[in-house]
């Protein structure tokens, strides 16, 4: 019943910017962290960005100052200044209902979207 919806995804040209929406339904509380992974192409998994409750943000070093996470009841990436090496499955995700930290390597996440492709050409 729980469900994570993701859209905007797409192909853009380097430079260019894209924002990403997650549709949330089914949660009965409200998620103390939401994330941003992404997987590119022969990579692994890794945390792009995440949001907790109060608005308290964090960002990878690689999308630092081009990409903004937030959320209302919607969870939102907005990416700027696009580079190839941003292309990958962009995935959103909601922690479980036990967790009060907001770290892609400690906390659990316990629901996912299914994964939105971004595609960067040069």
């Known amino acids: 019943q729980v469900q994570l919806v993701e859209s905007g995804g797409g192909s853009v040209e380097a430079g260019g910017s894209l924002r990403l929406s997650c549709a949330v339904s089914?949660?009965?509380?409200?998620?103390?962290?939401m994330a941003w992974f992404r997987q590119g192409p022969g990579k692994e998994r890794e945390g792009v960005a995440t949001i907790n409750r109060y608005g308290a943000k964090q960002y990878a070093a690689s999308v630092k100052g081009r990409f903004t996470i937030s959320r209302d009841n919607t969870l939102y990436l907005h990416m700027n200044a696009l580079k190839p090496e941003d292309t990958a499955v962009y995935y959103c995700?909601?922690?479980?209902?036990?967790?009060?930290?907001?770290?892609?390597?400690?906390?659990?996440?316990?629901?996912w979207g299914q994964g939105t492709q971004v595609t960067v050409s040069s």
């Open positions: 995700a909601a922690s479980s209902s036990d967790q009060r930290l907001c770290f892609p390597g400690l906390t659990t996440f316990g629901y």
């Open positions: 089914g949660l009965s509380y409200v998620p103390y962290c």
